[in-house]
């Protein structure tokens, strides 16, 4: 059911939360975890939240698009507009489906990432890949706070490890035997997280990714896939975390 906001506002005194997922797919996934309804609020440009409410929390539920330089684009524009509005968020959920690398990730598993990492952005050398951290640029990697980590994993079940960030997705055992060799911890490889931590990084909010594990990752069989069943299980997983982030205090020194 979508409700209709009055001046986009649910509520006033919220924790304000942003959940941005790939596609509308993993944003309806999420919603269907809250009972309240989602109101339809319009961003600048063309993006469009879903907001609901659990307990004392607001959560804004945005599909941003496939892919980091979208999810950025995305979050970043949500992100701006809460702080224009005076009512930032306290926290942005990068949240959808996910390939799982085994044994570790199975299909229909959830995973949290305790660091969030942009697994192929950087240089091809006659010695291997080089990420672009050791080229001199940028950011290869984001680490969640380890107390909210903890807390969605004790909340959902769901497994902490790295989750890597992806432009092409893994569709041979070659590479994802490279992946793994390069990122032992990895648990999962996605399209967005590293570009939904980029904006929350630079509006200063703090970064949670989770997943749950739709197929393996390595060559594509779709014979394989269970999307749906990892579209119900991120459902499932919303319904317990949110009661969990209700009492997760950012600035809490205990909880950084």
Not at 4 to 21: D, F, H, M, N
Not at 172 to 187: C, D, I, K, T
Not at 212 to 230: E, F, K, L, T
């Amino acid at each position: 059911m979508v409700l209709q906001a009055q001046e986009g506002r649910l509520t006033t005194s919220a924790v304000r939360i942003l959940v941005a997922t790939a596609v509308p797919a993993e944003r309806d996934a999420v919603a269907g975890a809250f009972t309240d309804g989602t109101a339809e609020v319009r961003l600048p440009g063309s993006a469009l939240l879903h907001r609901t409410r659990a307990g004392r929390a607001e959560y804004d539920l945005l599909a941003a698009g496939v892919g980091p330089a979208l999810a950025a684009a995305g979050t970043a524009t949500a992100l701006t507009a809460a702080a224009l509005d005076g009512r930032p968020y306290a926290l942005v959920v990068c949240a959808g489906i996910a390939g799982g690398f085994r044994p570790a990730a199975p299909v229909g598993s959830l995973v949290v990432a305790d660091e969030i990492i942009a697994a192929d952005l950087g240089a091809e050398t006659a010695d291997g890949f080089v990420p672009v951290t050791e080229l001199g640029f940028g950011t290869v990697s984001h680490r969640p706070p380890d107390p909210l980590v903890r807390v969605t994993a004790k909340a959902t079940g769901a497994r902490p490890g790295a989750v890597l960030t992806v432009s092409t997705v893994t569709g041979s055992a070659a590479r994802a035997a490279e992946l793994r060799a390069r990122h032992p911890h990895a648990l999962a490889e996605a399209m967005e997280g590293s570009g939904v931590a980029e904006a929350a990084a630079a509006h200063g909010v703090p970064v949670l990714e989770i997943r749950a594990v739709s197929n393996p990752v390595g060559p594509r069989d779709r014979a394989a896939w269970r999307i749906a069943d990892a579209l119900a299980a991120l459902t499932e997983a919303f319904g317990k975390l949110a009661p969990a982030l209700e009492s997760w205090n950012p600035h809490d020194p205990h909880d950084q």
